[in-house]
């Protein structure tokens, strides 16, 4: 069973699976055209919700959806488990639980303070599942889904302690097939606290920022796809071929001055960028930024040094053959395998890169900078990295992906895949 972030394929998948859902809770008002719009809009803008499924071979058999809100009671973004459906078929065999954690892991990665979620009143299995739980982190036995034919619904909250603890309220008000707040999880996403502040969002609105980089967020959402990747504060970080250090300042806010970022570029990327990093750098406005120009081959970093590694629409250069100017011909297992010694095991890598057509494998590195989605997700786990997540925060479904990437009308316009990737142990 692959338990993974849905994509914009599954819909038909999915619009099956919530109208069995709704049919089972007696819901009314299903259509389909509208739930396709709802979902495409999920789907599309990551900040006004999530979707995880389960598959198996081939087969939708489970989803998740959990919607996000800004809480000022919180003080911080929350969200709630709006739809939790496992088939009957499926139920019995981990998969709620595997659903349940993996949303819970993306969310605490995301910055949410509170997870919640809503129980039937007399939904005594999905109460045993929830109870059974336990505490966040801990797993599941492949057991924990519940047994009778309930939906999976519920609510879960963290608090100061971040450990799990369960509420059972009154509902003697409540019609006893009412959608009560029956059972309450209280639990701490990561080491969210409710009165912490998103580190990610922090990053973006920290003072001082250039009017460029202010203009540039809009279109590569950095909140959240470093949330994505889980950089902490305290990590050593490579903002790798960074040209002027857009990501590498949003990191030095992010790693605190416990941390270490690397702006590594080459000198081609340094004479490309009119190396403005120096301007970034200068007066030591980022202590704990460091600049270096290096042969991507040989980064001359020892080995498992870094805890995480960004690669931000980049990665396709790596195989790109120029014909003129200062660009060196790379071999890209070389680099790669570079990589992979100076991340640290579970360390993390990040990847954002132009999208090109299915298929096409690395052929439009040259021509347009742009490389398949799939392909580059084989390259980096043929190197010693494993796939975790991706994001469609930065997708653009508009985008015909057949032309160039980085000057005329596609600037900013461009579909990009986000992956993130772990080091293998």
Same mark, same amino acid.
């Given at each position: 069973?692959?338990?993974?972030?849905?994509?914009?394929?599954?819909?038909?998948?999915?619009?099956?699976?919530?109208?069995?859902?709704?049919?089972?809770?007696?819901?009314?008002?299903? @259509?389909? $055209?509208?739930?396709?719009?709802?979902?495409?809009?999920? #789907? &599309?803008?990551?900040? /006004? %919700? =999530?979707?995880?499924? +389960?598959?198996?071979?081939?087969?939708?058999?489970?989803?998740?959806?959990?919607?996000?809100?800004?809480?000022?009671?919180?003080?911080?973004?929350?969200?709630?488990?709006?739809?939790?459906?496992?088939?009957?078929?499926?139920?019995?065999?981990?998969?709620?639980?595997?659903?349940?954690?993996?949303?819970?892991?993306?969310?605490?990665?995301?910055?949410?303070?509170?997870?919640?979620?809503?129980?039937?009143?007399?939904?005594?299995?999905?109460?045993?599942?929830?109870?059974?739980?336990?505490?966040?982190?801990?797993?599941?036995?492949?057991?924990?889904?519940?047994?009778?034919?309930?939906?999976?619904?519920?609510?879960?909250?963290?608090?100061?302690?971040?450990?799990?603890?369960? @509420?059972? $309220?009154?509902?003697?008000?409540?019609?006893?097939?009412? #959608? &009560?707040?029956?059972? /309450? %999880? =209280?639990?701490?996403? +990561?080491?969210?606290?409710?009165?912490?502040?998103?580190?990610?969002?922090?990053?973006?609105?920290?003072?001082?920022?250039?009017?460029?980089?202010?203009?540039?967020?809009?279109?590569?959402?950095?909140?959240?796809?470093?949330?994505?990747?889980?950089?902490?504060?305290?990590?050593?970080?490579?903002?790798?071929?960074?040209?002027?250090?857009?990501?590498?300042?949003?990191?030095?806010?992010?790693?605190?001055?416990?941390?270490?970022?690397?702006?590594?570029?080459?000198?081609?990327?340094?004479?490309?960028?009119?190396?403005?990093?120096?301007?970034?750098?200068?007066?030591?406005?980022?202590?704990?930024?460091?600049?270096?120009?290096?042969?991507?081959?040989?980064?001359?970093?020892?080995?498992?040094?870094?805890?995480?590694?960004?690669?931000?629409?980049?990665?396709?250069?790596?195989?790109?053959?120029?014909?003129?100017?200062?660009?060196?011909?790379?071999?890209?297992?070389?680099?790669?395998?570079?990589?992979?010694?100076?991340?640290?095991?579970?360390?993390?890598?990040?990847?954002?890169?132009?999208?090109?057509?299915?298929?096409?494998?690395?052929?439009?590195?040259?021509?347009?900078?742009?490389?398949?989605?799939?392909?580059?997700?084989?390259?980096?786990?043929?190197?010693?990295?494993?796939?975790?997540?991706?994001?469609?925060?930065?997708?653009?479904?508009?985008?015909?992906?057949?032309?160039?990437?980085?000057?005329?009308?596609?600037?900013?316009?461009?579909?990009?895949?986000?992956?993130?990737?772990?080091?293998?142990?």
């Amino acid at each position: 069973m692959n338990i993974r972030p849905a994509a914009s394929s599954d819909i038909p998948a999915l619009l099956a699976l919530v109208r069995r859902y709704w049919h089972f809770e007696g819901i009314e008002g299903f @259509t389909a $055209l509208r739930m396709e719009l709802v979902l495409q809009r999920l #789907l &599309g803008d990551p900040r /006004l %919700g =999530l979707i995880w499924v +389960a598959e198996s071979e081939g087969q939708l058999q489970g989803y998740l959806i959990a919607v996000l809100v800004l809480s000022v009671e919180h003080q911080g973004v929350m969200a709630e488990i709006d739809e939790f459906f496992v088939t009957p078929e499926a139920r019995t065999c981990g998969v709620g639980g595997r659903l349940l954690a993996a949303a819970e892991t993306a969310l605490a990665a995301q910055g949410c303070v509170r997870l919640q979620l809503q129980l039937g009143v007399g939904n005594a299995g999905g109460r045993a599942f929830y109870e059974h739980r336990g505490p966040p982190g801990q797993g599941t036995s492949s057991s924990t889904s519940p047994s009778q034919p309930v939906d999976e619904r519920t609510p879960r909250r963290p608090d100061s302690s971040h450990r799990l603890r369960r @509420t059972t $309220l009154s509902a003697l008000s409540l019609p006893t097939h009412a #959608l &009560g707040l029956a059972l /309450l %999880g =209280l639990l701490g996403l +990561a080491s969210a606290h409710p009165g912490t502040p998103d580190v990610y969002q922090a990053a973006v609105e920290h003072q001082g920022r250039s009017s460029d980089d202010l203009k540039r967020d809009s279109l590569d959402h950095p909140a959240e796809v470093l949330r994505l990747a889980g950089i902490k504060p305290g990590m050593q970080v490579a903002d790798y071929l960074a040209g002027d250090g857009y990501y590498s300042e949003l990191l030095s806010y992010v790693v605190g001055p416990k941390g270490h970022v690397l702006l590594i570029n080459n000198a081609a990327y340094d004479e490309w960028s009119e190396n403005h990093w120096q301007d970034r750098l200068a007066n030591g406005r980022l202590p704990n930024v460091e600049h270096r120009t290096v042969d991507v081959e040989h980064l001359g970093l020892p080995e498992h040094s870094l805890d995480a590694i960004l690669l931000i629409k980049v990665y396709h250069d790596l195989y790109w053959v120029a014909t003129e100017g200062p660009w060196p011909k790379i071999d890209p297992a070389v680099a790669l395998n570079e990589l992979a010694r100076v991340v640290k095991p579970g360390g993390v890598l990040l990847l954002v890169d132009h999208s090109a057509k299915p298929g096409t494998g690395s052929a439009e590195a040259g021509r347009l900078h742009r490389i398949d989605e799939e392909y580059a997700r084989s390259d980096f786990e043929k190197h010693g990295f494993r796939f975790v997540s991706k994001s469609d925060a930065v997708r653009r479904p508009d985008d015909p992906r057949d032309q160039i990437t980085y000057k005329g009308p596609m600037v900013g316009k461009t579909d990009r895949f986000v992956m993130v990737f772990r080091k293998s142990r």
